[in-house]
Structures are given as C-alpha cells and as structure tokens.
C-alpha cells in the first residue's frame, strides 16, 4: 500500500467519522420527547395603529412564529378573524378559541393553537375569570374587561406512553388588581384540578411583574407551577421587559408574559423574542418561548 493511498484511506475514514458524529448531533438537537412552546400577545386586529396596524404587520408576525415552530401556541387578544388567519397561515395547528364576551365569535379570545401531527385532543374548554367561571361573559372583583381562560388536554403521540399534557391559556385584566390576585388563585385551582396528575403548560400575558402578588400566587415555590424564564435564566437582569409598545428598543420594564409549568417538565431553554424590522414589532408585546423536556 502505497504512502498516497494510506493518507487517502485515512483521510476517508476521518471525513465518514465526522459525518456520523454530524448526524448524531442533529439527531440529539431533534429530541421526540422535546416541546417548543410560545405565548404571544398578538394585539387585537382592530385597534387605530397607524403603521402598526394589523394588516401590515401580520406577515411578520406568523414569520416570527414560524421561526420558533412552536408545538404549542398560546395567544393573546385575538379577534376572530386573527384566529382564523393565523390558522390558515399555519396549517399544520388545530386553533381552539372563542369569544370572552359571549363563548362564541364576539370579543377577544385567548386562542390556542396545537400541532395537528404530534398531538391528539383528548378534552377541552374554556372558563371566565369570575366568580361565575362557567358563565360566559362573567365579571367579577375589579375587572375593567371580562377575561377568560382556553385549554385543552391532549395525547403526545411522539409519547404515547406518558401522561396527557393540559395545556392552559389566559389574559388577566390590566387594571384591576384584585381580579390579577384572584384570577391567579383562580388559575391555579382549576390547574390542579383540570390536570390532576397530569403534565400542565400554562402561556399568557398577566399584566404583572415579577414581584406583584399575582406571581406570586401562581409561582410560589411550595405550589404547582414554575416560572420556565426564572428556571432558565436564574440571575435578574435589566433587559427582561415583553411589553414593547411597536418599540424594539423598548426592553427595561416588566416581564408580564409568562410560561408555566408544573414539576415534572425540565426546562431546556426560555428566551424573549426581540424579533423586528425595519424598527418595528410584530406585535405590542414580544413573544417569550420555551423549550421543555419531560422528566
């Protein structure tokens, strides 16, 4: 064998050792059991702004979800018609949304959406942040808007052999500070008894920062839930604001966009998406996602 051929043989045998370890790699970065999951505050479609308006901002928006490709979507102020576009610009989800003020097309809707080829929907609902929570429209406490709650429970077919997951979405009132106390104790009631044993996932915008008592009525550490950004990013920073006001530049105030989850979840990665263009938003808010493990 020749000196030239030895060298060539080794050089082979290095590049197909290589292109194994490549693949394994990207077989590891595709892990079945993994679960991307991503709140957005999506603004409702008819409000007057101006360059921000809503047709000429969607495209963008549906870019930044489908940039993250979330298993689960949970959205916020969606209008009707912003449920159904997103459907159809997403076709591979199921979308489950109505209306808070009648249960049906009239009003926002804390819209959901879930991958049509990995989950199969055992269940679902909806229920009002009141004191009347089966009653569709219901106020209560010191609420300005109504507000509500969608969820859903569904079988992971990636793991048909785990527990369901419960997947929960919401918008609590951004005046009333009673109804945030409240709705978070409502939330939290109807996680332990909706999920039971099973896996939850909670997406929604709060209206209430890090240190508010809401937080702390969802997230106290001896309860169900658990804060994925906090989990993932264990040391305060200054930066962690998801309210942008169309600003990119606007990143200092509250994180009021939270995803939960109960214990058995291992949090893999949670960010906030600063996603822009030309200086604009897609959105009012920037989404925050995470990407979950069970374990």
């Known amino acids: 064998m020749t000196g030239i051929f030895k060298a060539s043989l080794i050089i082979m045998v290095g590049l197909v050792s290589t292109l194994y370890s ?3 790699l990207r077989a590891e970065s595709r892990k079945p059991a993994q679960l991307r999951v991503m709140s957005y505050n999506i603004r409702y479609g008819t409000a007057a702004d101006g360059e921000n308006h809503w047709e000429k901002r969607r495209e963008l928006l549906v870019e930044t979800i489908r940039n993250f490709g979330p298993d689960l979507l949970g959205t916020q102020e969606t209008l009707g018609f912003q449920r159904d576009y997103l459907a159809q610009q997403l ?8 209306g808070r003020d009648d249960g049906r097309e009239n009003g926002e809707m804390t819209a959901l959406y879930f991958r049509r080829e990995r989950f199969e929907q055992l269940d679902g609902g909806h229920f009002w942040l009141s004191e009347t929570p089966e009653l569709p429209g219901s106020k209560s406490w010191d609420t300005s808007l109504t507000r509500m709650a969608s969820w859903v429970r569904l079988r992971d077919r990636h793991n048909p052999r785990s527990r369901p997951i419960v997947f929960f979405n919401t918008h ?3 005046r009333g500070e009673k109804a945030r106390v409240e709705s978070a104790l409502l939330l939290r009631r109807r996680v332990a008894a909706l999920a039971g044993r099973d896996r939850a996932i909670i997406t929604g915008d709060f209206n209430a920062g ?3 008592q809401p937080y702390q009525a969802l ?5 169900l839930l658990r804060d994925t950004f906090r989990l993932a990013n264990p040391r305060r920073g200054g930066e962690e604001g998801t309210f942008s006001g169309f600003r990119v530049e606007r ?5 009021i966009d939270w995803i939960g989850v109960t214990r058995d979840w291992r949090v893999k990665a949670a960010t906030i998406d600063r996603t822009a263009r030309d200086g604009r938003t897609p959105s009012d808010h920037f989404p925050v996602n995470a990407i979950l493990e069970p374990q």
């Open 91 to 98: 076709p591979g989800y199921v979308a489950i949304g109505v």
């Open 251 to 255: 990143v200092t105030g509250p994180r």
């Open 172 to 174: 609590f009132d951004h």
């Open 219 to 223: 997230f106290d550490p001896s309860q």
């Open 22 to 24: 490549i693949q394994g």
């Open 210 to 212: 890090e240190d508010s």
